[in-house]
């Protein structure tokens, strides 16, 4: 794949450590790429990892991670994406585990992970721990990615009931983590929106995305003070960037005891966006055309006009031949095509939710260092976007 500074998926990230002092062990990287240098399709990588092992230098496990799952899939082709996410974090536990027990500060230290892999609108997604992947598709919000925790395990096998996870003492005890002793089982089970008998299963890999399709990678220090319905609510209400920042500020507002890191994707709706950029496209080749037949006029006509003169005898004057000559050379800010139409926008909109307009378009900016609040400007629909990272030291 082709890595490209600008993505065509709007992204907005938060990070924030919460309100009790601790140090911030979430990690993210958001990153884009072409599939080959002449494909369009658009290529976004999302991963966040929230580390654990607190004194034990759990930001030193995620930050690891995002490191090394960002690098395999930037040197792959895009052609085998699970397998490329399974190597990956394979890999990566297997670093991060030698490393713990090379060094006693480091001992015990793990991560949990969540990725995003967008290809060309197919989702591929891969899970460990309790950091989730939600979808907000036509005002519903779907869990894709399951927890791999005690009580979740509790769920399943019928020992407890969803309504007593809350408050739990086992709710934090993580079954699965990269960094562990052995392998951890990477879980690709993806879920999809109808049901059916395969509605959560590896098969559902690849699953296309809808335009206006929304995806939340979020740590466990929003979802343990936040409900689904309440996610669901705000970005409805807000913009990408609005909504995560009111969703911290909830989270806080009851007790925020956790970092909260969140990654949020809009799906454009690329049809309208495809019709004004190739509108655009046509009306720049007319231009040219039209530029260049009136130069051939020109010229045919000057040649004509000093053949007839020199074969009756005339001289010509300065100025004379182009005089009156219905050829006009457009200058060069028409030739360029001057005053593009302007690429759409996510704007704040009314309550209902955010709108598009036709607005010049902003850049997303996003700073995320450990400790920190990302700042976030409004992302475009279109307009390509840089991406956000807060890992330390920036993978080549």
């Not at 369009?40 to 654990?52: E, F, Q, Y």
């Amino acid at each position: 794949m082709i890595r490209i500074t600008q993505s065509s998926y709007p992204v907005a990230v938060l990070t924030h450590p919460g309100m009790t002092g601790k140090n911030n062990e979430d990690r993210y990287a958001v990153s884009a790429y072409r599939l080959t240098r002449r494909s369009r399709k658009p290529v976004l990588l999302a991963v966040l990892t929230d580390g654990i092992g607190g004194h034990r230098a759990g930001e030193v496990a995620s930050e690891l991670a995002v490191e090394r799952i960002s690098q395999a899939v930037a040197a792959s082709d895009g052609s085998q994406p699970v397998d490329t996410l399974r190597q990956a974090i394979t890999e990566a536990s297997q670093e991060i585990y030698a490393l713990s027990n090379s060094d006693a500060q480091h001992q015990g230290m793990g991560t949990t992970c969540v990725c995003a892999w967008i290809i060309d609108k197919h989702l591929f997604t891969a899970a460990i721990g309790d950091s989730r992947l939600y979808l907000l598709r036509r005002g519903a919000i779907y869990q894709l990615s399951t927890d791999h925790t005690w009580v979740q395990e509790a769920i399943e096998q019928g020992i407890l009931k969803p309504e007593q996870v809350k408050g739990h003492p086992n709710q934090h005890v993580i079954r699965r983590y990269i960094g562990s002793p052995n392998s951890p089982e990477v879980d690709f089970r993806l879920r999809t929106v109808g049901g059916g008998k395969d509605e959560f299963s590896e098969d559902n890999q690849g699953m296309e995305l809808k335009d206006g399709d929304r995806l939340l990678l979020c740590s466990d220090g929003l979802t343990d003070l936040v409900e689904d319905k309440e996610i669901l609510a705000a970005y409805q209400q807000y913009p990408l960037d609005q909504a995560c920042q009111t969703l911290v500020e909830l989270a806080n507002s009851r007790g925020g005891h956790d970092n909260i890191t969140m990654i949020a994707i809009h799906i454009p709706r690329r049809n309208l966006i495809e019709r004004v950029a190739t509108s655009n496209r046509l009306f720049a080749t007319a231009l040219v055309g039209a530029a260049l037949l009136t130069i051939v006029i020109f010229i045919g006509l000057v040649i004509g006009f000093n053949w007839l003169n020199n074969h009756q005898g005339g001289a010509a004057t300065p100025g004379g031949p182009t005089e009156g000559l219905p050829g006009v050379l457009p200058s060069a800010t028409q030739l360029d095509g001057s005053a593009p139409v302007q690429p759409a926008t996510l704007t704040p909109g009314p309550k209902s939710g955010p709108t598009l307009t036709f607005t010049p378009a902003s850049s997303l900016a996003v700073s995320g260092t450990p400790g920190q609040t990302a700042t976030i400007q409004t992302p475009p629909v279109h307009t390509p976007t840089a991406w956000p990272t807060n890992t330390l030291v920036p993978y080549p």
